[in-house]
Structure formats: C-alpha cells, structure tokens
C-alpha cells in the first residue's frame, strides 16, 4: 500500500529527553512537511523540505530539529529546548510537480510530557 | 491580519440542511487554494481543491474570489457523516507550504 507512515502513534518524553518521531513515505514525492497541532488550534509548520540533503525552518522551528538524507524519510527530533512539547505531529509529504502541491498526511504522533 | 481566518462554529445543523462556510485569506500571491477535512484525533484529508472558475463535487461546491480574497465551502443535504472540522488552505504562492486556517466545527444532527 502507498502512503504516509509515521510512528509511534503515541510517544511520551521525560524532562531534558530529546525524542524522534518517524515519517516515511513510499509515494516517490519530492516535498515532506512537519506540522504541529495543538487542541483546538490550526496546524503550525515546523520544518520542510523539498529535496534530499536540503530542508528550511518553518513558523516554529525552535527546539526541533530535522534530517532529510533520503527522499523516502524525514525523521523529527523534539529537543528538550522545546519546553512545551506536548500536541499531535502531523508529518505530510506533496509531489511538487503536481497541481497546486496537494499535501497528503500521515496518521500523526501524539506526543505527552510525563 | 492572520493568513487565513476562519469563523470556528460549531455550526450545529440537522440532517439535509444546507451549510455554507466562509474563509478570508491575506497573502495576495496565493496560487492554491483547498478544503480538508479533518475528523476528531485524525489527520486531515483532502476535501477538494478549489478553482477560480468554482468546482462541484457532488454535494460539495467550491468558490474563489480572488479580487475580495476569500473561499466559500457549501455542503447541501447534509448527512450524519459530514460532521467534522473543515479546514481552508491556501499556499504563500509558488511551491510554498500550504498555511491551515484553524477549521470550522460542522455537527450534522439527526
């Protein structure tokens, strides 16, 4: 099956632990996307990027960090610099040469503090 | 100005009623334009894409107005499954991110 995979569903951080949520795609497209959501609110970017090797901070890059060393993968780290970490992470991935860069989701991370 | 506003609802409608939902977005340089849907601890999913000449999708039709920079959704005879948060989304424009206005609350009652 095509599509968007990202896990685990569920994550839980300790205090001052840096933890990686994974998002791979078997969909050949070019453009991955990290989001964030908190209850009740829109998505807030995080990071993308539109080519292996390459990727650009989004809205609220602080206290995350990204690699994107193959096209398929584009792991997320939530530093413990990120003091609010707790919210759905929504990873999406779009085929640039498509029209008007469609972006497909993932089934998303929800990440808790303990 | 946010980028894309939304009015939150809920909008609490009974079933084969007839919804319309309004968007307003500032970036002048847009080039595309979406709805999502987005169902209760799930990710959102494409609804439809919207075109300046306005496009059908069965119950659903899609409107732009560039010239006053907003997006309409209607949803006509609503059914129990329509309840969800419908999501606007427009891009920065070129191959931009796509920026998610907030959502609009639909609860379809029987």
């Known amino acids: 099956d095509g599509g968007i995979t990202q896990s685990p569903k569920y994550l839980f951080r300790k205090e001052g632990q840096n933890v990686t949520l994974s998002c791979e795609q078997n969909?050949?497209?070019?453009?991955m996307y990290w989001y964030r959501q908190d209850p009740g609110q829109g998505l807030r970017l995080i990071y993308y990027s539109q080519i292996v090797n390459d990727f650009q901070k989004g809205d609220i890059a602080e206290g995350y960090s990204v690699s994107r060393e193959k096209k398929e993968s584009f792991p997320l780290t939530v530093t413990s610099a990120q003091k609010n970490p707790t919210a759905f992470y929504l990873c999406?991935?779009?085929?640039?040469?498509?029209?008007?860069?469609?972006?497909?989701f993932g089934a998303g991370t929800r990440l808790s503090v303990l | 100005r946010k980028e894309v506003e939304q009015d939150p609802g809920p909008f609490n409608v009974p079933e084969g009623a007839t919804v319309a939902f309004n968007c307003t977005y500032s970036?002048?340089?847009?080039?595309?334009f979406f709805w999502y849907r987005q169902d209760c601890r799930k990710e959102p999913k494409l609804l439809m894409s919207v075109y300046s000449s306005g496009n059908e999708d069965g119950r659903f039709t899609a409107q732009l107005n560039r010239a006053s920079q907003y997006i309409s959704l209607l949803i006509r005879d609503s059914k129990l499954s329509d309840s969800a948060t419908y999501l606007c989304v427009v891009n920065r424009g070129g191959n931009t991110p796509l920026v998610f206005g907030k959502g609009t609350r639909l609860s379809v009652i029987a």
């Open positions: 970036n002048s340089a847009s080039q595309s």
């Open positions: 969909l050949n497209h070019d453009a």
């Open positions: 999406a991935s779009s085929p640039l040469r498509d029209r008007g860069n469609i972006q497909y």
